[in-house]
């Protein structure tokens, strides 16, 4: 059994030092438990934070501990009523090849998605959970409103700006780099896609927001903020997602402090702001979600691009790159052939 453990805590932007991959025998199923074969494992930017022991919404992962993540995983090994060998589940195995369970945190895989097991990670997992609930409960967008996605051709934000659209909003996403948001626009159908690295960002945001801007969906924060911050409109609405500009951060950014033009636009324009966590606020409403993204994937209204990598020893390295925006996509990484 293959395992990567956080060998160290992370000073600013983790390195491949921070990890330690591991060769352990593989665990025994005990009374009530199932050995489960990873075959997906899915690489999010909340990991960043698990790997600090800073104060957050859950504990960090223990040095010498296993990197903790959700998985797509095959029973191998039964002593639960509920599984049979050869079923696929969800589970939170982690970056290694097996892990053994008691069955409670799992979630069996039937019906379409087993046509596409890794899904159950993205378009139909954590990530599309997370971009329907943040837009249609915190941003509930309405038909004709201007709606601005950050980190726009990432795994949370192509599904946000495609369920805007199918809500019949305006849509202008921003990502890094001209071919991302060449992808964005013919692609994903967005109206239009800003690069966040040209000198020009806020200017162009404000040739492409005419109307301004009604619901910003938050994933980055930093200098892509900075330029949303003036075009919003009043009672206007930013769910709060993510803000991975300072996920590795050392200390305060530089440039004006924005805290009081973000209180006084707060009150002024009557903004909304909100935080999410989405497992903790909507895991009720997982269901509400799941078939009512099935019916949209059945009628094909979803584009869902996968940046798969093989192997888990590559984790480390994709991980890496996945804060700094070499991904295109959601990212996972095939453990073991299925
Ligand atoms: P993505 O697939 O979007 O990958 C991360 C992307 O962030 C990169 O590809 C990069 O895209 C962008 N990025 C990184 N650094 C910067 C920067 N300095 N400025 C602008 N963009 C940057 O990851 P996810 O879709 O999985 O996650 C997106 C966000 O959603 C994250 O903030 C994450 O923490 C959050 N999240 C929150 C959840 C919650 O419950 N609140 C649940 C799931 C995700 P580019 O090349 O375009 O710059």
Redesign the pocket.
């Known amino acids: 059994n293959r395992r990567i453990v956080l060998a160290s805590r992370p000073h600013g932007a983790p390195t491949e030092a921070n990890f330690r991959l591991e060769s352990q025998h593989v665990p025994t199923a005990g009374q009530g438990e199932v050995l489960l074969r990873t075959v997906w494992l899915s690489l999010?930017?909340?990991m960043r934070g698990r790997m600090s022991d800073a104060p957050s919404y859950v504990a960090p992962v223990g040095v010498n501990e296993v990197m903790g993540a959700g998985t797509v995983a095959i029973v191998e090994q039964s002593n639960n009523e509920n599984f049979t060998p050869g079923d696929w589940v969800v589970s939170q195995s982690g970056w290694q090849d097996f892990a053994v369970s008691n069955g409670k945190d799992l979630f069996k895989l039937t019906g379409p998605v087993l046509k596409h097991p890794s899904w159950a990670l993205g378009l139909l997992g954590?990530?599309g959970f997370?971009a329907y609930m943040?837009l249609l409960d915190i941003g509930t967008p309405q038909p004709g409103e201007t709606v601005v996605v950050?980190?726009?051709?990432?795994?949370?934000?192509s599904m946000v700006g495609q369920i805007a659209k199918l809500k019949g909003c305006y849509v202008v996403g921003i990502?890094?780099?001209e071919e991302?948001c060449r992808y964005a626009e013919q692609v994903l159908g967005f109206d239009r896609c800003l690069n966040?690295r040209a000198a020009d960002l806020a200017e162009a945001l404000k040739r492409y927001c005419r109307d301004g801007i009604d619901v910003y969906f938050e994933?980055?924060g930093?200098k892509?903020f900075s330029a949303v911050l003036p075009l919003m409109n009043t009672k206007g609405r930013i769910p709060v997602?993510?803000?991975?500009?300072d996920y590795n951060s050392t200390e305060s950014s530089p440039g004006p402090d924005l805290l009081p033009q973000f209180q006084s636009a707060i009150l002024r324009k009557r903004l909304r702001v909100e935080?999410?966590?989405?497992?903790q606020d909507y895991g009720h409403r997982f269901g509400e979600f799941f078939s009512q993204m099935s019916q949209w994937v059945e009628q094909d209204r979803f584009v869902f691009r996968e940046d798969c990598i093989d192997g888990l020893d590559n984790a480390p390295e994709t991980f890496i790159g996945?804060?700094?925006?070499?991904?295109f996509?959601?990212?996972l990484i095939r453990v073991a052939g299925d």
């Open positions: 999010d930017p909340y954590m990530t997370t943040g950050a980190a726009a051709t990432g795994a949370v934000g990502a890094g780099g991302k966040h994933s980055v930093g892509v997602c993510g803000l991975i500009a935080g999410f966590i989405i497992t996945m804060l700094e925006g070499r991904n996509g959601k990212v």
